[in-house]
């Protein structure tokens, strides 16, 4: 073997392996100073970060700004520029020099993802010659010989002397790791510089991997009519490397984008919760979204998903109703008995205003809702999804449906009359009896779509014309009993 740098495939060694045709390559890296992809290369690396900003979008998106401390000579330079994510958008990339503004200039710039992995590095010995290491079974005595890669595509073939072989018979060598190759995903620059020594570069680009969502926990009081909201931010970080105490910002809106960008780099590794308690986040708008800034740096490790403080609100006033919704497809038809034991829904409202302990715009995200049962203990009580929300709107959850609180629908009648125009006129009439098995009344909010031009012919009790095609009954049911609504309508 050469004496200094070797890369080796090991069949005994178990730490990293790919199968080729039934035989075990295992790999390792004798001098890690090989990686280099030349002595006249420039490398920095995350130790020589000085500060790093992230802000993250909605739709798998991140803008990362790095700034670190470089030495470059005059004249052209190589610099690899590792640690950054493996799903940037290279097009993005954009370096400028911070200390000197007008002493360098960008060239030509690579994204090296062509990343270090047994598979690869044989494929880029195709056609090269590398050292087969035989150890005799008995002895243990090593024999070297030299073969030639003619094939690395579902195994390996090797041209050893004058014959052929598809198995490895012993431990392949290589002499050093090809230069297009990197341990991680490296931007590779050629650089002209006016000077020589440390300068502050600052490296800004777009990439994928970087994500965040609202996530909202709920606490209802024992009468149902007040809550603490806390909302949190959940950061999901799969881009391939680390932001440390990075200065953190968050759009909520629908940012658009072309859609011509695939991903290049896929990590499929399992994800790590992390909750850390930090300051509110500030709010400010930006062009027709809102921008959220983290009052203290936050690091993001690869592979980790942390959770971040973003509003709370105590004793926020809500409303709880439960809603029987109907349809708009029996007003046209004779249909008889409408539904037995009908379920309804469970909804609460409340306002995001100053008034009620909130007045933040609210990103959407997911609102989980708890309650105290008679112990003490909070139990899950149900959970819905908000859109952005804005400043001064109603926020409405659907929880889940009543089990104690019951509807039965039937058309008590049909009729089909004859008009001047010629246009169909529907007649019908409707009885609704709510049930209700809970020891205290219960709110109750009827909601009926009605097709076409309609009038309310009859009813008892009074209704709300709430939207065009919508009539609405605010109605409360007796503690263990019933009430009964009746209407009749005539729709064409």
């Given at each position: 073997?050469?004496?200094?740098?070797?890369?080796?495939f090991h069949?005994a060694?178990?730490?990293?392996?790919?199968?080729?045709?039934?035989?075990?390559?295992?790999?390792?890296?004798?001098?890690?100073?090989?990686w280099?992809?030349?002595?006249?290369?420039?490398?920095?690396?995350?130790?020589?970060?000085k500060?790093?900003?992230?802000?993250?979008y909605?739709?798998?998106?991140a803008l990362?700004?790095?700034?670190?401390?470089?030495?470059?000579d005059?004249?052209?330079?190589?610099?690899?520029?590792?640690?950054?994510?493996?799903?940037?958008?290279?097009?993005?990339?954009?370096?400028?020099?911070?200390s000197?503004?007008d002493?360098?200039?960008?060239?030509?710039?690579?994204?090296d993802?062509?990343?270090?992995?047994?598979?690869n590095?044989?494929?880029?010995?195709?056609?090269?010659?590398?050292?087969?290491?035989?150890?005799?079974?008995?002895?243990?005595?090593e024999?070297?010989?030299?073969g030639?890669?003619?094939?690395?595509?579902?195994?390996?073939?090797?041209?050893?002397?004058?014959?052929?072989e598809?198995?490895?018979?012993?431990?392949?060598?290589?002499?050093?790791?090809?230069?297009?190759?990197?341990?991680?995903?490296t931007?590779?620059?050629?650089?002209?510089?006016?000077?020589?020594?440390?300068?502050?570069?600052?490296?800004?680009?777009l990439?994928?991997?970087?994500?965040?969502?609202?996530?909202?926990?709920?606490?209802?009081?024992?009468?149902?009519?007040?809550?603490?909201?806390?909302g949190?931010?959940?950061?999901?970080?799969?881009?391939?490397?680390?932001?440390n105490?990075?200065?953190?910002?968050?759009?909520?809106g629908?940012?658009?984008?072309?859609q011509?960008?695939?991903?290049?780099?896929?990590r499929?590794?399992?994800l790590r919760?992390?909750?850390?308690?930090?300051p509110?986040?500030?709010?400010?708008?930006?062009?027709?979204?809102?921008?959220?800034?983290?009052?203290?740096p936050?690091?993001?490790?690869d592979?980790?998903?942390?959770?971040?403080?973003?509003?709370s609100?105590?004793?926020?006033?809500?409303?709880?109703?439960?809603?029987?919704?109907?349809?708009?497809?029996?007003?046209?038809?004779?249909?008889?008995?409408?539904?037995?034991k009908?379920k309804?829904?469970?909804?609460?409202?409340?306002?995001?205003?100053d008034?009620?302990?909130?007045g933040?715009?609210?990103?959407?995200?997911?609102?989980?809702?708890?309650?105290?049962?008679?112990?003490?203990?909070?139990?899950?009580?149900?959970?819905?999804?908000?859109?952005?929300?804005?400043?001064?709107?109603?926020?409405?959850?659907k929880?889940?449906?009543?089990?104690?609180v019951?509807?039965?629908?039937?058309?008590?009648?049909?009729?089909?009359?004859?008009?001047?125009?010629?246009?169909?006129?529907?007649?019908?009439?409707?009885?609704?009896?709510?049930?209700?098995?809970?020891?205290?009344?219960?709110?109750?909010?009827?909601?009926?779509?009605?097709p076409?031009?309609?009038?309310m012919?009859?009813?008892?009790?009074?209704?709300?014309?709430?939207?065009?095609?919508?009539?609405?009954?605010?109605?409360?049911?007796?503690?263990?009993?019933?009430?009964?609504?009746?209407y009749?309508?005539?729709?064409?």
């Amino acid at each position: 073997m050469k004496s200094g740098r070797h890369v080796i495939f090991h069949p005994a060694k178990k730490w990293l392996t790919t199968g080729f045709l039934g035989t075990c390559l295992c790999f390792s890296v004798v001098s890690p100073s090989s990686w280099a992809a030349g002595n006249d290369e420039h490398r920095t690396t995350l130790a020589d970060q000085k500060s790093v900003a992230v802000t993250i979008y909605n739709e798998d998106l991140a803008l990362v700004k790095d700034v670190r401390s470089v030495e470059l000579d005059t004249g052209m330079n190589r610099l690899a520029v590792r640690d950054v994510s493996a799903k940037m958008r290279p097009e993005t990339a954009m370096l400028r020099a911070l200390s000197q503004p007008d002493g360098m200039r960008v060239v030509e710039q690579n994204f090296d993802f062509d990343l270090l992995t047994p598979e690869n590095l044989l494929q880029k010995y195709v056609g090269h010659q590398v050292e087969i290491v035989k150890t005799h079974p008995t002895t243990g005595k090593e024999t070297t010989v030299r073969g030639e890669v003619l094939s690395a595509q579902n195994g390996v073939v090797l041209r050893v002397g004058d014959h052929i072989e598809t198995g490895v018979p012993g431990r392949l060598v290589f002499d050093k790791v090809p230069d297009s190759l990197r341990d991680r995903p490296t931007l590779s620059l050629l650089l002209d510089s006016r000077n020589k020594g440390k300068q502050d570069l600052e490296l800004s680009y777009l990439t994928r991997g970087l994500s965040w969502r609202a996530d909202y926990v709920a606490e209802l009081a024992p009468g149902d009519d007040k809550l603490d909201l806390s909302g949190l931010i959940t950061l999901t970080n799969a881009s391939g490397t680390s932001y440390n105490n990075a200065r953190l910002q968050l759009v909520a809106g629908d940012v658009n984008q072309v859609q011509e960008f695939k991903g290049i780099v896929t990590r499929q590794n399992e994800l790590r919760d992390e909750a850390v308690p930090a300051p509110e986040a500030r709010e400010e708008s930006l062009l027709e979204y809102h921008l959220y800034t983290l009052d203290r740096p936050t690091t993001i490790a690869d592979n980790q998903t942390k959770q971040v403080a973003l509003l709370s609100g105590a004793g926020v006033p809500v409303l709880k109703q439960l809603v029987l919704d109907g349809s708009n497809d029996y007003y046209w038809e004779s249909v008889g008995d409408i539904g037995q034991k009908m379920k309804l829904d469970v909804m609460l409202e409340f306002d995001n205003t100053d008034a009620s302990h909130l007045g933040m715009p609210l990103p959407k995200g997911i609102v989980r809702v708890y309650k105290r049962d008679s112990a003490g203990n909070a139990q899950f009580v149900g959970e819905d999804e908000i859109d952005h929300t804005p400043k001064n709107e109603t926020v409405r959850l659907k929880l889940g449906q009543s089990f104690d609180v019951t509807a039965d629908k039937t058309q008590t009648d049909f009729r089909r009359l004859k008009s001047s125009d010629k246009r169909p006129i529907y007649e019908s009439a409707y009885r609704i009896v709510l049930k209700n098995a809970k020891n205290e009344p219960a709110a109750v909010v009827v909601r009926e779509p009605i097709p076409g031009d309609w009038k309310m012919l009859e009813e008892n009790y009074p209704h709300e014309k709430v939207a065009a095609g919508t009539a609405q009954w605010k109605l409360t049911v007796p503690a263990e009993g019933k009430l009964t609504l009746t209407y009749r309508i005539r729709t064409h």
